[in-house]
């Protein structure tokens, strides 16, 4: 089963359940998140998703086109988004809430900047918006600095180098 729910509608719109099902269906992945796209399409020219992403999560860093933007807004939870520049030196850490967190509840980037999103809390739900169309060997390029997603010993290493982990 892909961690991935596919909208097909011209008219959408979601409540709680999306959530729950979102997040039954993370913790049936081994990377531990999983997303509905509201865009139609990768060729839309905009993509939108809801995203589930629990503890424990490693979306490998990585970067995007200067030509293509990004944004956050956390619905629940919490998580820090990590900014790095292209050598890997941590540039920033932006601590991500809900509105009523007092935490950052949005970022945007409109240029291309390494970046990793880490949940805080158990769960951290966000929706997540990107400039399309979306192609994946053109949109992300992973950080040749940063551990693949597949050795959790490298990952931890690295998630206490940035200071993530103790």
Known sequence: MKPIIQNKKDLIFYNKNIVRKIKELADKTNNKRAR????????????????????????????????????????KGKMNVYVFSKSGKKIKIIKMGDYNSKLNFYYRMNKGYFHLPIAVSNWCIYHEVYSGPFEKDKDVKYATWSPKENNKKIINKFLKKIGFLK
Do not use: C
């Open 36 to 75: 509905v796209n509201i865009h139609k399409s990768l060729k839309s020219k905009t993509n939108e998703m809801i995203i589930a992403l629990k503890k424990g999560s490693y979306i490998r860093p990585h970067i995007h086109p200067n030509s293509k933007s990004e944004s956050y807004h956390v619905i």
